[in-house]
């Protein structure tokens, strides 16, 4: 089994900034990708962006040149850096693993989510 803990989250002024973290444990042969996903009230949940093994990374347009994925190999953990940030971005954020379990298979896990609001 693997386990995703997240932390970081918070309340914060409009055009602040937060960083989450997400660090994943457990039976772990490799990560392949780690993604963050958020969920608005009344939504449903979305893809932030995703960073690869090699480091590639892929936002959605709503956060690009705003919020930056970072994943630090050697400690299985991913950053969320969210800079400038707007009331729209309140949710709860949720991180998720593509984890090769053996050589052979990988599975997807996902974080107990941690909550960001943005106030005015």
């Known amino acids: 089994q693997v386990q995703l803990v997240e932390s970081g989250g918070g309340l914060v002024q409009a055009g602040g900034s937060l960083r989450l973290s997400c660090a994943a444990s457990g039976s772990i042969f490799s990560i392949n990708s780690m993604a963050w996903y958020r969920q608005a009230p009344g939504k449903q949940r979305v893809l932030v962006g995703v960073i690869t093994s090699g480091g590639s990374t892929n936002y959605v347009d709503s956060v690009k040149d705003r919020f930056t994925i970072s994943m630090d190999n050697a400690k299985n953990t991913a950053y969320l850096q969210m800079n400038s940030l707007k009331l729209e971005d309140t949710a709860v954020y949720y991180c998720?693993?593509?984890?090769?379990?053996?050589?052979?298979?990988?599975?997807?896990?996902w974080g107990q989510g941690t909550q960001v609001t943005v106030s005015s």
């Open positions: 998720n693993a593509n984890v090769w379990v053996v050589k052979t298979m990988t599975r997807n896990f």
